[in-house]
């Protein structure tokens, strides 16, 4: 009954570190998705996997590398964190193109800070 | 113009009440349409799909209006529970991932 895991939930960060969100999901699911949520932005997607073995671009890709390691997993890592990174992350997936309704599933969120 | 607009509200309303949103798109290929809803702090859930014949759930009915390019969430006999934010979900247009709108936020008051 898990769906989409993601950690970790809350982190800090200092300007210029680097960290990797983790993120799994076991609904054999071929699309998976990155998004930040910032007040008054809604969603944004940074990246997405439309299945394994391909990543793309999303709206807001600058800072951030991808990688899908597998048909579960696929880590959002930021190599130099910056302040303007400060947001709420949200790992998803979806059954991808083939399915005509492609609905999103989404994990808990990650609470990241960075100072 | 941007591709999914939500008034952001708050809309503040009595318990018992009816409340409606909107959701405007602007690309008229889009094809499949969802409200999720988020409460604070938590992660977007599916509420429910919108199909073109309109659909209910209960106390929730989606509509879809093509000619206007928007969907409607009417919630009928609103709870306390019902607090939240409703963001809306377009899909279409050459690409299969879901552009959302930024949500409006509804608040249930006793």
């Known amino acids: 009954n898990a769906g989409v895991t993601q950690t970790p939930k809350f982190q800090v960060l200092k300007t210029g570190q680097s960290m990797t969100l983790q993120c799994a999901q076991d609904?054999?699911?071929?699309?998976m998705y990155w998004y930040r949520q910032d007040p008054g932005m809604g969603l944004r997607l940074i990246y997405y996997?439309?299945?394994?073995?391909?990543?793309d671009k999303g709206e807001v890709p600058n800072g951030y590398n991808v990688s899908r390691l597998n048909k579960r997993e696929f880590s959002l890592r930021l190599e130099s964190a910056a302040p303007s990174q400060t947001s709420v992350y949200f790992c998803?997936?979806?059954?991808?193109?083939?399915?005509?309704?492609?609905?999103?599933?989404f994990g808990e969120g990650s609470w990241l800070t960075v100072v | 113009r941007k591709e999914v607009e939500q008034d952001p509200g708050p809309f503040n309303v009595p318990e018992g009440a009816t409340v409606a949103f909107n959701c405007t798109y602007s690309n008229s290929a889009s094809q499949s349409f969802f409200w999720y809803r988020q409460d604070c702090r938590k992660e977007p859930k599916l509420l429910m799909s919108v199909y073109s014949s309109g659909n209910e759930d209960g106390r929730f009915t989606a509509q879809l209006n093509r000619a206007s390019q928007y969907i409607s969430l009417l919630i009928r006999d609103s709870k306390l529970s019902d607090s939240a934010t409703y963001l809306c979900a377009v899909k279409g247009g050459g690409s299969y991932i879901p552009t959302f709108g930024r949500g409006t936020s509804l608040i249930v008051h006793p």
């Open positions: 998803a997936s979806s059954e991808g193109q083939q399915n005509s309704g492609n609905t999103i599933y």
């Open positions: 996997s439309a299945s394994e073995g391909t990543t």
């Open positions: 609904m054999n699911h071929n699309s």
